[in-house]
């Protein structure tokens, strides 16, 4: 049995300086891109399982069962999952329906305002929750210059867009591995994060005019904006709590399309009117995810579905770590679970597959394109492997234990801290989920430690997260070379959205307050 330490050299103070080493060095390379991401995770990782053995004497066999769970989970559920929803796209794209999109959303609007609102945040959201990633920022950018907005405007309607919607993006990816890192139940994670989303939620179209339009823009377009906003919050809030979790952002993001649609025809803005039966084969690939994703997530089917699968103890971790004070005297559980069937991956494979046969491209080609999507994204499986290794070599070698040991003369302090903690992270590394695998253990520590609650700490933390996707240096990168702008560019839209990417974390600072003093247990 392996004991947790969380001071294994004294006085603390070096304990934590040597811990936050991994991080330190992490955020240094990721700034000053010496190397490549792989590289720069990979000798992290190295340096990582360095410490975790020699400082605080975790077990070689330990260590190596660690990395090799990490990679896993990290290939399943969590890959599985994204490239699923990557490889939709892709054959979506293929099929031409990614254009039709594009052509229900043309407006003859002469100011930006409703492009800004209809595909700026609309489309940004509804690609986030599918694709994810960097993917909406590259499309959208792309095609608001073709519609006639600005190069810089376009940049920053979709670096503003692209973050609210990623605490439920991919499909719901980032909670699943919220859930995980912090050892709480997926169902109270998913709820406790759908409530803190429901304020920065209903400011998203907010956000995302005030920074590209301006305040007298905003002031006049701000019916629409509310309107969307309440349809957006709401339709996520709705359909997490009741239809899926996984289908929570695509659903708030449809519906919102749909409301801002409905108020441009009643102003009249659109070019051409479009039937029901053309927004229907316009946007086949979704509603077909849709119909599939909520069938995968019937109680009864998921039951059956789950039956194909097993959990498997991971060796030398399974129930042989125990936390020490005052962390408490658990010993932990660690096993991967392989149920592929009742994954909803599975359900948008089939979506895709389901897609491509009714559009023309037959079977033979849509296995061709499965095998060379699998190829194209290898790098990102990878990347995600590394970043999830590092993260529970932190929590499992008791280094996630010590960075939260000073955090304990905060108590209700840390309500600040984390929040904060969750943007840098997704600024650094440009993706929530990653930000997660890095610090998510840490808060599961540090609410033990302070008393607050695990679920709502590790809920402010994801949501906050989300922020710093707007100025993260590789979002920016995308932005500028979507828009055709020069490189130089970047420090300019940094300026101008670094206020609305700190805006999120603040707000949920301001909803955890709320939540415990009005909590009831």
Not at 14 to 20: E, Q, Y
Not at 412 to 421: D, N, Q, T
Request: hydrophobic residues 55%; contains cysteine.
């Amino acid at each position: 049995m392996f004991v947790q330490t969380y001071t294994p050299i004294t006085p603390a103070g070096w304990s934590v300086l040597l811990g936050i080493l991994p991080l330190f060095i992490l955020c240094l390379l990721l700034i000053m891109g010496w190397l490549k991401p792989a590289l720069t995770y990979g000798l992290v990782l190295l340096l990582t399982a360095g410490l975790a053995g020699t400082v605080w004497e975790m077990p070689v066999p330990m260590i190596t069962s660690t990395v090799f769970y990490g990679f896993l989970f990290a290939l399943f559920p969590l890959f599985y999952m994204i490239w699923s929803s990557i490889f939709l796209f892709q054959v979506s794209d293929k099929c031409g329906y990614i254009n039709r999109i594009k052509n229900t959303l043309k407006t003859a609007e002469k100011g930006i305002e409703w492009k800004v609102l209809l595909v700026g945040f609309g489309l940004t959201a509804f690609i986030d929750s599918t694709a994810g990633f960097l993917a909406p920022v590259a499309i959208v950018t792309a095609l608001l210059v073709q519609l006639g907005v600005e190069p810089k405007k376009s940049a920053l309607a979709t670096l503003s867009s692209s973050a609210i919607p990623a605490v439920f993006g991919a499909v719901g990816v980032p909670v699943i591995l919220l859930a995980e890192v912090t050892d709480q139940p997926l169902a109270e994670t998913i709820r406790v994060v759908a409530f803190f989303d429901i304020i920065p939620a209903l400011a998203a179209p907010l956000i995302t005019c005030l920074a590209t339009c301006g305040f007298q823009s905003t002031r006049k377009f701000f019916k629409q904006i509310f309107i969307g906003g309440c349809s957006y919050a709401a339709a996520t809030l709705l359909s997490v709590l009741f239809i899926s979790p996984y289908l929570g952002a695509i659903v708030g993001a449809a519906v919102y399309i749909v409301v801002i649609f409905l108020l441009g025809i009643k102003n009249g803005i659109f070019t051409e009117k479009l039937s029901p039966k053309i927004w229907l084969k316009s946007w086949w690939p979704f509603v077909l995810l849709t119909v599939f994703v909520s069938i995968w997530n019937i109680p009864s089917i998921q039951s059956v579905l789950g039956m194909a699968g097993k959990g498997w103890p991971i060796p030398f971790l399974d129930r042989q770590i125990m936390t020490e004070a005052p962390f408490g005297h658990d010993v932990i559980s660690v096993s991967w679970k392989n149920n592929f069937l009742a994954s909803p991956g599975t359900a948008i494979i089939l979506a895709s597959l389901f897609t491509a046969l009714t559009s023309g491209m037959g079977l033979l080609n849509w296995i061709r394109m499965l095998y060379s999507s699998l190829r194209s994204v290898g790098m990102v499986a990878f990347n995600l492997s590394m970043i999830s290794s590092v993260g529970f070599l932190m929590v499992y070698s008791g280094i996630a234990g010590t960075l939260a040991y000073p955090f304990g003369h905060l108590a209700a302090g840390y309500m600040v801290v984390a929040p904060l903690m969750g943007w840098l992270g997704t600024f650094l590394t440009g993706s929530n989920a990653a930000s997660i695998a890095l610090f998510g253990g840490m808060q599961a520590y540090a609410a033990k430690i302070t008393g607050l609650p695990a679920v709502g700490i590790a809920a402010c933390f994801a949501v906050a997260a989300v922020g710093g996707k707007m100025i993260a240096p590789q979002a920016l990168e995308v932005a500028v070379k979507s828009s055709g702008m020069d490189s130089s560019s970047e420090a300019k839209l940094l300026r101008k959205l670094i206020v609305f990417s700190l805006l999120v974390p603040c707000l949920s600072i301001v909803v955890i307050v709320m939540w415990k003093l009005f909590r009831t247990e």
